[in-house]
């Protein structure tokens, strides 16, 4: 009798579920701080709050980089990367999942994105750059420069959620996702359909 196959990487319809189930996911009438209008509104760290949740949604993307070749065989000198402090909790968790060798994470100082004091050029190693969620990928692109300086290779690059509006490859490297989201945007109340039918405002934070 053939041995019911083991699923490795979780379907984007089982992704959503887990991220309506912890609240990452909402559907509503959302409004960002750049007047932009939405229907839907993703917070991915309510998703990764919880162990279990985290560790399936990291292991699931690693999944995506360690069947590449090229990546595998470079395991583990490898380090992982992170754009800003949204994506950290997934860095770590592609790192365990992967055993990467080093993990780093980007912030913003004095309006630019940079790593922290002592980082020196040759020190990080083969890398893949990943986030919670890819947007408009500047975050990525960004991130990509300041590794790009510091004389490291990317080798991948990955958010459990890209925006389909978002680049699908940067630096000629794909970018992987568990989602890809097709989100609508609106620029202005007047285009926003939510507004015409008078539904109730809700404004976040990011």
Not at 53 to 79: G, H, M, Y
Request: proline share 5%.
């Amino acid at each position: 009798m053939q041995a019911q196959g083991v699923q490795l990487i979780p379907s984007s319809e089982e992704i959503m579920k887990i991220l309506t189930r912890t609240a990452a996911f909402r559907e509503g009438h959302f409004v960002y701080p750049n007047g932009k209008h939405t229907a839907h509104y993703f917070q991915m760290p309510l998703a990764f709050r919880y162990y279990d949740t985290a560790r399936v949604l990291a292991v699931a993307l690693s999944r995506k980089f360690r069947v590449e070749r090229d990546i595998a065989s470079q395991l583990p000198k490898i380090s992982i990367i992170s754009p800003a402090s949204g994506g950290i909790p997934v860095a770590f968790g592609v790192r365990d999942a992967l055993n990467a060798e080093q993990i780093y994470w980007a912030e913003q100082e004095n309006g630019k994105r940079a790593f922290r004091q002592y980082v020196n050029q040759g020190e990080i190693n083969p890398c893949i750059i990943v986030d919670d969620i890819i947007r408009s990928g500047h975050a990525i692109e960004e991130t990509v420069e300041l590794v790009r300086a510091l004389g490291a290779p990317i080798i991948g690059c990955g958010a459990i959620v890209r925006f389909t509006s978002a680049p699908d490859s940067i630096a000629g490297v794909p970018i992987k996702s568990l989602v890809e989201f097709d989100e609508k945007y609106y620029d202005s109340a007047e285009a926003c359909m939510d507004c015409k039918k008078g539904s109730s405002e809700e404004h976040v934070r990011f």
